[in-house]
């Protein structure tokens, strides 16, 4: 269930609320998410473009681009809220407390400076070293985070490293100065699956050894399934599933997460058909009532129609779905409904 | 041309390389080499009639380039590509090359790029049909069109629409749909389920399937996710900087993969099953194919590399119903392991 309730979380998300205003109205892109990381965790974020997974990473580390903006709920990092921080008072906590990965090396690296002086800027913003420690800190991350002959290379610029050692820079900076946090935003997307494996056996690694939180967004199941320890599952704004990534995979309770977990192909079986979830994911101006889900759904109720679902029990998870409603009364209940 | 009667496409030593090198003036003056990528260097394939071949590798391995050189977009630099036993690269009257494009057809990895956005769909998936001359008439074009796209589940009225109101999904079902306007024998795909969400993909590979077994289509099918691979195919070709390193049977690859390069790239797939599976991430990567190693291109990364992978080029050689292209196999110094998956329930 819930991280241990005798340690306070390290994130609180509580009811957070994205949205885009445009000339049409404004579009709920994040619609009342809430949810814990203990301290040392790791929480995937899974879902189809569009879920808002990025952008619920996005708000947590207060970059998103405007015209999105935080219309309700808060994020509170060590019991502190940080949501509603002045601009220069969120940078100190960026950085700091807070590190991120996002998906493209080349485009998160500056490309006029020597990746030393990236990381020495980096440091010695958030922590009161001299120029000279800061290089030498500088110099121990590169080999920490595996760049062969970090002596020479820490004078390199980024376009000289190959897409895997950019990434481990990538890594480097967000590890800076020892973040209690990690947000990273599909670390691995860009890379080839040989690439993909070392990035997130460091990044493991590196956690394990920090004791760094991370939360890990990404649309590929697989990363989550070797890396997480909790995952939530996204379908249009809104988690639908969360829960021991074991029993996420392995049981799932949302018809959502079933059938996602059915349309992977996987080793070992081959099936004639992978199962399918007709149709796609409904854009934001197009959500239907009640759960976002039901047009797609092949277990609709009457009450899917009508009546949003929050998350409630089922099993060792927790899903959005009237299926679950008083530990699985619910299923009989639907199923007549949608009979009647 | 003496062709093995069965083999439905065959290439023999094909490559092409790519000139890169700077502007001639640029290397007068500075002094700098010509440099030439081999993007495919000598690949041999044959591909029987009614069978899915896939091409697994990472990114610069030089499978798209095989898909583009089959399929005529890319003239090879050398070698040859035999497609129903016509040499593809032979001298032929415009009428008779028509002919013979008429029955392979390509899609592309980005549905958003190989759609024509200021065209309706309607023209889109009829322009096969007008430019081999297939229909008589317009009422004819019409219900062939709508037949078309009703074959990959949208509705004739689509037609009326253009590339951008489609999901992602969607426009894939439409390059699919023109891809068979002109009643193709030979489908080339070209990482067609790359760009697509995971449950979208899984509707994309069920079409396909089915497409095959109604329509009686051949896929060469390029990927780097050997998930998808491993499901569709019926033979699987690895390969690395420009050479094919291993082909077998799929359940052959999978169960009782040779080449190191092989085994390294089963051992990266991310394991839902999560079986404990120890993954051992393979240090290095990619060299550049300029100037790629000498010997077997993948000794600076095996583990089992000895003086003779350094220096001579290894021959594939037929090992367990499919070739491999190893010293230490041939040797017999490296011994084939089983692989087994947790079978999920």
């Known amino acids: 269930m819930a991280a241990p309730s005798n340690n306070p979380p390290l994130l609180e998300v509580k009811n957070l609320r994205v949205e885009f205003p445009t000339r049409r109205g404004t579009l709920l892109a994040v619609d009342d998410v809430s949810f814990d990381i203990a301290p040392g965790e790791v929480l995937g974020v899974v879902g189809e473009s569009g879920a808002g997974k990025s952008l619920t990473g996005n708000a947590i580390i207060g970059l998103l681009e405007p015209p999105g903006r935080i219309a309700g709920g808060e994020v509170r990092l060590e019991g502190r809220r940080i949501d509603d921080l002045p601009y220069e008072e969120m940078r100190k906590v960026r950085g700091a407390k807070i590190g991120a990965i996002f998906q493209d090396p080349l485009t998160s690296l500056n490309p006029l400076y020597s990746v030393g002086r990236q990381l020495v800027e980096t440091i010695q913003t958030h922590l009161p070293l001299s120029a000279g420690q800061a290089r030498t800190r500088a110099l121990d991350l590169l080999k920490e985070v595996g760049i062969p002959a970090a002596e020479s290379r820490i004078d390199h610029y980024p376009h000289q490293f190959s897409g895997g050692m950019r990434q481990r820079v990538v890594i480097a900076l967000a590890l800076c100065a020892d973040p209690r946090l990690i947000v990273a935003d599909e670390p691995t997307t860009a890379l080839d699956v040989s690439i993909q494996a070392q990035i997130i056996a460091l990044l493991k690694r590196l956690c394990r050894e920090h004791k760094t939180a991370v939360m890990l967004v990404t649309h590929d199941m697989g990363v989550i399934a070797e890396t997480a320890d909790r995952v939530a599952v996204m379908y249009a704004g809104r988690i639908v599933e969360i829960g021991p990534v074991r029993d996420v995979v392995k049981h799932a309770k949302h018809p959502y997460t079933k059938g996602l977990m059915g349309s992977i192909p996987s080793l070992g079986i081959r099936h004639d058909r992978l199962t399918q979830i007709d149709g796609a994911m409904p854009r934001l101006t197009e959500i239907p009532p009640g759960c976002a889900f039901n047009p797609r759904c092949t277990e609709r109720g009457r009450r899917c129609l009508g009546e949003r679902p929050d998350l409630m029990a089922a099993g060792a998870t927790r899903a959005a779905c009237w299926l679950h409603e008083r530990g699985g009364v619910g299923t009989a209940v639907t199923k007549e409904l949608a009979d009647a | ?345």
């Open chain 2, 1 to 345: 041309m003496p062709d093995g009667g069965s083999q439905f496409v065959r290439l023999a030593g094909l490559k092409r390389y790519f000139d890169v090198s700077a502007p001639w003036l640029v290397r007068v003056i500075e002094g700098r080499p010509r440099q030439i990528v081999q993007a495919v260097d000598g690949v041999d394939i044959e591909i029987a009639k009614g069978e899915t071949f896939s091409l697994v590798g990472e990114s610069g391995c030089g499978k798209s380039t095989v898909a583009r050189l089959v399929v005529g977009l890319y003239p090879p630099t050398d070698g040859s590509i035999a497609f129903d036993g016509n040499d593809m690269t032979a001298r032929r009257s415009q009428a008779e090359m028509a002919a013979l494009r008429r029955r392979m057809q390509m899609i592309f990895q980005d549905p958003y790029a190989s759609l024509n956005p200021r065209w309706r769909v309607f023209d889109i998936v009829a322009e096969p049909i007008r430019a081999f001359g297939l229909a008589k008439g317009k009422t004819d074009l019409e219900a062939r069109v709508g037949e078309l796209l009703r074959q990959v589940r949208l509705t004739p009225a689509d037609g009326a629409k253009y590339p951008h109101e489609f999901s992602g999904g969607q426009r894939q079902r439409i390059s699919i749909a023109r891809a068979l306007a002109s009643e193709p024998e030979f489908l080339v795909c070209d990482e067609p389920t790359s760009a697509l969400d995971v449950s979208v993909q899984a509707q994309i590979l069920n079409l396909m399937v089915d497409l095959q077994r109604r329509l009686k289509l051949t896929y060469l099918f390029i990927s780097h996710n050997l998930a998808v691979v491993y499901h569709i195919s019926t033979r699987v070709g690895v390969m690395y900087l420009g050479r094919l390193v291993e082909v077998a049977p799929t359940e052959t690859l999978f169960r009782r993969p040779k080449h190191p390069y092989t085994r390294m790239l089963l051992d990266t797939i991310p394991d839902l099953d999560m079986s404990g599976r120890q993954r051992a991430p393979v240090a290095g990567e990619v060299p550049s194919p300029i100037d790629p190693p000498s010997g077997c291109t993948f000794h600076p990364r095996c583990p089992f590399a000895t003086d003779r992978c350094k220096a001579e080029r290894p021959r594939p050689i037929a090992v367990d119903g499919g070739t491999v292209a190893c010293h230490a196999i041939e040797e017999g110094r490296l011994a084939v392991e089983e692989r087994s998956y947790a079978a999920a329930t």
